[in-house]
């Protein structure tokens, strides 16, 4: 699944074994895409295991603004949220701490997929 404002983005669904990283694709919504070609959206379905090459960095919403969180999350599952408001961003990673973070709201990180 691609997040609703990459429907108009070139797309193509993850493989087992994808090396992906997260993109900006100029849609206002950051999603996956292959190094090799950072002009397609890569599509990952919910329930997809994800693997980190290294611990991730976040930005969660606080109550005086953004600030940067930096774990020793490795690992995430890819889920969809929100989706019954068809007009905000769905696409979220669910850590095993139980945290899950919008992937708006993730950097750049650099993804293996072991179960696309």
Request: glycine share 8%; net charge positive.
């Amino acid at each position: 699944m691609c997040d609703y404002s990459l429907h108009n983005v070139k797309s193509r669904p993850a493989q087992v074994g994808d090396r992906l990283t997260t993109c900006n694709f100029g849609t206002g919504t950051r999603g996956f895409a292959a190094p090799e070609d950072a002009n397609v959206a890569v599509c990952v379905l919910p329930g997809t295991e994800l693997v980190f090459a290294g611990p991730v960095s976040y930005r969660p919403r606080s109550l005086f603004g953004w600030k940067a969180y930096t774990g020793d999350q490795t690992t995430a599952i890819f889920r969809q949220i929100n989706k019954r408001n068809l007009h905000t961003h769905h696409d979220a990673l669910e850590f095993p701490d139980g945290q899950i973070v919008l992937l708006q709201r993730v950097p750049l990180i650099v993804v293996h997929s072991p179960n696309a």
